[in-house]
């Protein structure tokens, strides 16, 4: 009888324990993505989501070198994305978009690995020899199908009716791991206020 109480006590000090470490995680994430507070005298760059708009996840074709026509399931999912939208052919707002997202990757340094550069393309594919020579890494995927509609409806900074095109060519979309919208930013700003509000993203988040 003393071993199984000597058991019991045990297995509460260790649930007590878990619980000391995982509430103030659970507590962090729910107030960050479930509500509107944000901590004081925080300044955002971008046009912050608040609460983070989920995204429909979509499989897409990858029309990059390395997996052209493979499948995407899992697209926008597991890692920080930053994500453009636009035209295939890639138009000097285009080429200047890419520009910025890949040297604000670079700039994380050490957390370069947990985000991935995606393009989704919604027309004239592509400018391949540039995105061959210029972007190495990047994920290249085919939006052109009825079946990405859902997700480019809600990338769009306003009403979310209003569906992604290529009119919008010098935004740039901030996901999260969990696939859902946290920021908006305007590629022809100062791109060190983009690669500050990364730092301050992957700081606070512990996934992906």
């Known amino acids: 009888m003393s071993d199984l109480s000597s058991r019991a006590r045990n297995l509460r000090t260790l649930a007590l324990l878990a619980a000391l470490f995982l509430?103030?995680?659970?507590?962090?994430?729910?107030?960050?993505?479930?509500?509107?507070?944000?901590?004081?005298?925080?300044?955002?760059?971008?046009?912050?989501?608040?609460?983070?708009?989920?995204?429909?996840?979509?499989?897409l074709p990858r029309i990059d070198f390395e997996h052209a026509g493979a499948s995407e399931p899992s697209a926008l999912r597991g890692k920080?994305?930053?994500?453009?939208?636009?035209?295939?052919?890639?138009?000097?707002?285009?080429?200047?978009?890419?520009?910025?997202?890949?040297?604000?990757?670079?700039?994380?340094?050490?957390?370069?690995?947990?985000?991935?550069?995606?393009?989704?393309?919604?027309?004239?594919?592509?400018?391949?020899?540039?995105?061959?020579?210029?972007?190495?890494?990047l994920i290249v995927l085919d939006a052109r199908a009825p079946a990405a509609q859902p997700l480019l409806s809600e990338l769009s900074p306003g009403p979310r009716a209003a569906p992604a095109t290529a009119a919008v060519t010098r935004t740039l979309?901030?996901?999260?791991?969990?696939?859902?919208?946290?920021?908006?930013?305007?590629?022809?700003?100062?791109?060190?206020?983009?690669?500050?509000?990364?730092?301050k993203l992957l700081r606070l988040s512990h996934i992906g």
Not at 83 to 89: E, K, S
Request: aromatic share 10%; glycine share 8%; with cysteine.
């Open 23 to 59: 509430l103030p995680l659970v507590l962090a994430f729910f107030t960050y993505y479930g509500t509107a507070w944000r901590p004081a005298g925080r300044v955002n760059h971008g046009q912050l989501f608040t609460p983070a708009r989920p995204l429909p996840a979509v499989a």
């Open 80 to 137: 920080w994305s930053l994500v453009y939208v636009g035209d295939g052919d890639c138009t000097p707002e285009c080429r200047e978009a890419l520009y910025v997202m890949r040297q604000t990757r670079l700039a994380l340094g050490n957390d370069m690995a947990r985000l991935e550069r995606v393009f989704l393309v919604t027309g004239n594919c592509c400018a391949r020899s540039f995105l061959a020579r210029e972007h190495a890494g």
């Open 173 to 199: 979309y901030v996901v999260d791991p969990l696939g859902n919208l946290v920021m908006s930013y305007d590629a022809r700003l100062d791109p060190h206020g983009l690669l500050e509000d990364l730092k």
